[in-house]
């Protein structure tokens, strides 16, 4: 693969999501909630997810019992240009934390009843027990000085990520929660987005970890200076029409996203880009978490739009340029809790209410057993 084109095994990947999204189903799932005592649509968003859930696995009686957080763990060369506060033991120290599930995310998910699967995709330091070794190499490389992966790297880590989801999938997963660790991923995340959208990082500024004023306007200058050095400035991707059969247009912007990713982006964000296309054949509802996930979701889109119908944004990140891309991406997300801690945590919290929505929608009262007369929609427009 060169820098501009497409292994024919991610080809395939993409050929094979059809339809991941079923209208049918959700609007059984809308009649549903119309049937149970309530006041119309009263759980509000929950309603629409719990709808959406059912569309994107073809049912109107969806489950999310058996679920999964797939963890990227990997190191961004960029932490040499001062970007953020500390370096790259930080992400080592909490892999061992995960390897005895002992990090945020994991006493989370424990109690959230959620299976947490943390792969080791580009980690420095040595190997960890109860990390999953899909390690393409130490770090990528400093993006200020040259591109952060090449070709070959960039199709092993969207791969990786598609075998990930595909593993999981044996074990009768039915909803997967996408989350990553690695220092330096929050301006990772912000190039290959301002990349993918034409915009300066400082319309978008996010202090990762915390950053003073002076070091946030250093980490924007680097990021402005790599898509200078790669032509990437002031060029936003055409989102349009991407989707099998590919069209010249549309291979043009897949390419243009590759090579984004080569130049600019990061092993854990080419294996959350993977992991979504893979999701979308297998028609799994994906739970976001913050920015480095959302900038995986808007290039896996650009990759092929179908990706965007399984996608469920748990949060509203505090990070800018995650709120820009939910808006870009079309989607509302359901807490707004001033989240920036990673790890797919955003996710995790999602899911308790999620589980007490689903409970009413499966065991709750209907208006026919209380011999009451259900509400009546009606679509007349105010005077």
Request: hydrophobic share 40%; glycine share 10%.
């Amino acid at each position: 693969m060169t820098d501009m084109e497409m292994t024919s095994e991610l080809q395939d990947l993409i050929c094979r999501i059809d339809d991941p999204f079923s209208k049918e189903h959700y609007e059984k799932c809308r009649k549903h909630w119309d049937t149970l005592a309530k006041p119309l649509d009263g759980l509000g968003d929950f309603e629409e997810l719990v709808a959406r859930i059912g569309g994107i696995r073809h049912t109107a009686l969806p489950s999310v019992r058996n679920r999964k957080l797939l963890l990227f763990l990997s190191d961004n060369g960029v932490v040499e240009e001062g970007v953020s506060q500390c370096g790259p033991e930080v992400t080592h120290s909490v892999a061992e934390a995960m390897s005895r599930r002992r990090s945020t995310a994991c006493v989370m998910a424990e109690k959230a009843g959620i299976d947490v699967y943390p792969v080791d995709i580009g980690m420095i330091g040595a190997k960890l027990p109860g990390i999953t070794d899909h390690r393409i190499r130490e770090g990528t490389r400093n993006l200020a000085f040259e591109p952060a992966m090449n070709a070959e790297e960039l199709s092993a880590a969207i791969l990786t990520g598609a075998r990930a989801v595909e593993t999981l999938c044996k074990d009768g997963m039915e909803l997967l929660l996408l989350g990553e660790m690695g220092i330096g991923n929050t301006t990772t995340a912000t190039a290959v987005s301002c990349g993918i959208l034409g915009l300066d990082p400082e319309e978008v500024p996010g202090r990762g970890a915390g950053l003073s004023n002076e070091k946030l306007k250093h980490k924007c200058s680097v990021i402005r200076e790599a898509l200078k050095r790669y032509d990437m400035c002031g060029k936003r991707l055409d989102h349009a029409g991407a989707e099998p059969p590919v069209n010249e247009a549309a291979r043009t912007v897949q390419e243009g996203v590759l090579r984004i990713l080569i130049c600019v982006g990061g092993y854990d964000i080419a294996g959350m880009t993977g992991a979504l296309l893979m999701a979308a054949v297998r028609r799994i509802p994906v739970v976001l978490d913050g920015l480095i996930t959302l900038s995986a979701a808007l290039a896996a889109t650009l990759l092929c739009p179908k990706v965007r119908e399984i996608l469920i944004p748990s949060h509203f990140p505090r990070e800018p340029m995650g709120r820009r891309i939910l808006e870009e991406l079309k989607l509302h997300a359901v807490i707004d809790g001033n989240l920036a801690l990673g790890e797919g945590t955003g996710a995790i919290l999602l899911i308790p209410m999620l589980d007490v929505c689903l409970e009413y929608y499966n065991n709750g009262t209907c208006f026919d057993c209380l011999g009451i007369e259900a509400y009546q929609r009606f679509e007349e427009e105010m005077p």
